[in-house]
Structure formats: C-alpha cells, structure tokens
C-alpha cells in the first residue's frame, strides 16, 4: 500500500525566502504526481504534475522535482509572498492495471509566509 | 482552466433528511471523483466513476451513493443525514488525454445539525 509523507508538517518563513517542500512515498511504481494547494476551507488547486518519465517541471516561481528511484519529490518556491500561505499536498498516482485510478495523498504541508 | 463545479457552497440540514450534493464539469473528463475532508485532515476517497453507468466505492467507507447518467455529472445523495456525516465534500475530474491531471471543485462544506 502507498503511503505518502510530507515534511515538515508546518512551515513558517518571512517574506521573500526561498523553501522547499518535501513529499516522500514508499512505492516507486507511480504513473505521476501532482503538486495541489489549499486555501482553507476551499479546494483544491493544482500547481504541478509530473509523469513519471519526468524529472522536473515548472511554473512560474514554482519547480517541482521527481526522483523515483529514491521516491522522493520536492517542491521548490523561489521568493515567497505573503498570498503563498496554505496548505501544499502532493499526491500520487500508481501505476494502476485495472479498477482504481487512486490517488495517495500526503498529510501536507501548512505554510505561513510572514511580512 | 478548471471547470468543475460544486453546489451548493455550503449547507446546514436537519438529521434525517436527503441530500444531494451536485457536481459537474465542462472538460469532457471521463474519470469523477469524490473526496471527503475533515478541517485539517487528509482526503479520503469515497467514491469515483470511470464513466457513464460505471461507479464505485472508495477507499473509506461511506453512507452516500453516487451515479453517473451524463459524462458531465456526478451527483453524491445522503438518504438520510447524521451529524457524523458533517465534513467538506470535494468533486474532482481527470482524463487520460490530460495526463490524469486531477482537477477539483471548489467543495461543498455540509453541517447536518
């Protein structure tokens, strides 16, 4: 069973730091993972998906790194700004045969970006 | 670019009544999902559709029920509402074509008094 890990838990940083994020999951064999926010209350907005044929992406002031064999992914943001603050999950997707396109999601990351 | 919707925003009901939690998108996606939110708690799973006619059960369970007529549409129903069933309720959506990017409601937040 995927298991799917976050760290730290909470995060708090003044304005204009570089952070990353770290994701951790326990099976390698994974179809892509994908990088959301969350707003509290609201849903979900997604920010990054990488296949599992790929090492990086970016948007913007974000990058998201993979590293399968070591099932491992990183979420790097550049210059943070007060309007970052939320919570950031990753999730994974198993390379699924069959029934159950399933999502794993990690326990997220609460980030604060402090004036 | 997304576009799914979920109403009603918010709803506050009376134990014992029916519900249902409406969600729908314009993608064309053939995956739908629904997830359920505790306030600071991981998603868990309790229901998605590969397509029209297809359903099934998540990975928590759960008293609602689902069904899928039209592509675009994937209506969750409480028969009977408890306050255990108080939680936010998210729809999501996917297609192959898109690489299986998952894309979400913006919820429905439900307190059954």
């Known amino acids: 069973k995927q298991e799917v890990t976050q760290i730290p838990a909470a995060l708090s940083v003044p304005e204009g730091e570089n952070l990353v994020l770290n994701c951790s999951f326990t099976d390698s064999a994974i179809y892509n993972l994908q990088w959301f926010r969350q707003d509290p209350g609201k849903g979900l907005t997604s920010l990054l998906l990488?296949?599992?044929?790929?090492r990086e992406q970016t948007s913007g002031r974000l990058n998201a790194s993979l590293d399968k064999s070591s099932g491992r992914s990183t979420l790097y943001i550049a210059a943070s700004q007060p309007g970052d603050s939320a919570t950031y999950l990753c999730?994974?997707?198993?390379?699924?045969?069959?029934?159950?396109?399933?999502?794993?999601f990690g326990t997220g990351t609460q980030l604060k970006v402090e004036l | 670019e997304a576009d799914i919707y979920q109403t009603p925003r918010y709803l506050v009901i009376g134990t014992g009544k029916k519900i249902t939690l409406e969600c729908s998108q314009t993608?064309?996606?053939?995956?739908m999902y629904w997830y359920q939110q505790d306030p600071g708690m991981e998603l868990h799973l309790i229901h998605y559709s590969y397509g029209v006619n297809s359903t099934e059960k998540g990975d928590l369970s759960s008293e609602s029920t689902v069904s899928r007529i039209r592509t675009e549409h994937f209506p969750l129903t409480l028969e009977s509402a408890r306050p255990s069933h108080t939680s936010q309720y998210l729809c999501?959506?996917?297609?192959?074509?898109?690489?299986?990017?998952?894309?979400f409601g913006s919820g429905t937040q439900l307190s059954v008094l």
């Open positions: 999501a959506s996917s297609s192959i074509i898109g690489g299986e990017k998952l894309f």
């Open positions: 990488i296949q599992s044929s790929q």
């Open positions: 993608m064309g996606h053939d995956k």
């Open positions: 999730a994974v997707k198993g390379e699924v045969t069959g029934g159950g396109n399933k999502l794993t």
